[in-house]
């Protein structure tokens, strides 16, 4: 049975460099990993997706290995308003019903 | 441009009583979607319509129907409420099961 596991909490300070481990076992070559940013009382925002090697774009990089079992999300250098809850998707085998999100990392920011 | 709109933003029910959730998207997507969110568990698809005309069950879909009223609309309706139904619940629309999704804020829904 696919599952998602992502560490509980992160703390950091301003300026440092985050990366967010999720763990996804029994996904496929084209299966996707989107990753999302959510504040209290806010739906998720979407921040970066993809299902091989490494993409970047303006806010985040995602860094997938070889063996696909694992996945990074790397925030640069973050701020106090990065403190938020930040989950990873696998939507497996491109199904509609095996969209599995992690339970959340909630990241801490300090000055 | 509002995106994703859910109303309510909270309600409070008793056990028995019956309620339907809204939501809607001014983005075109083929794709709407039916999440729980508890503490500690993440987000739980309940119902998905894959595009207009279409619904199905995700993982947790029992206590709950949904209907797709156009490409705009796809509601969540609780029959008989439960307290194992207190939650988060969030509507999301996208373009394909592979597609970013965009969110609502949620509603916010007590059952005592």
């Known amino acids: 049975l696919a599952k998602t596991t992502q560490p509980i909490s992160m703390d950091s300070y301003e300026g440092q460099e985050v990366n967010i481990t999720c763990s996804h076992n029994n996904i496929a070559t084209n299966d996707y990993i989107t990753w999302y940013q959510q504040f209290p009382s806010q739906g998720p925002r979407f921040i970066i997706q993809g299902y091989k090697t490494k993409v970047t774009n303006e806010v985040a990089s995602l860094f997938i290995p070889a063996d696909r079992k694992s996945s990074t999300l790397s925030l640069p250098r973050v701020s106090l308003s990065d403190t938020a809850v930040y989950y990873c998707l696998v939507a497996l085998g491109g199904g509609y019903n095996k969209l599995i999100f992690g339970a959340g990392t909630r990241l801490a920011v300090h000055p | 441009n509002a995106g994703v709109t859910q109303t309510p933003k909270f309600q409070v029910l008793k056990t028995g009583q019956s309620m339907t959730l809204q939501c809607a998207q001014d983005m075109n997507h083929n794709s709407m979607y039916w999440y729980r969110q508890d503490p500690g568990m993440g987000l739980r698809l309940i119902y998905y319509?894959?595009?207009?005309?279409?619904?199905d069950k995700g993982e947790v879909p029992n206590g709950y129907n949904v209907s797709r009223l156009n490409k705009r609309e796809f509601s969540l309706r609780l029959e008989s409420a439960a307290p194992s139904q207190t939650s988060v619940y969030f509507c999301?629309?996208?373009?394909?099961?592979?597609?970013?999704?965009?969110f609502g804020d949620g509603t916010r829904l007590s059952i005592l």
């Open positions: 999301a629309s996208s373009d394909g099961p592979d597609q970013p999704q965009h």
């Open positions: 319509s894959a595009s207009e005309g279409t619904t």
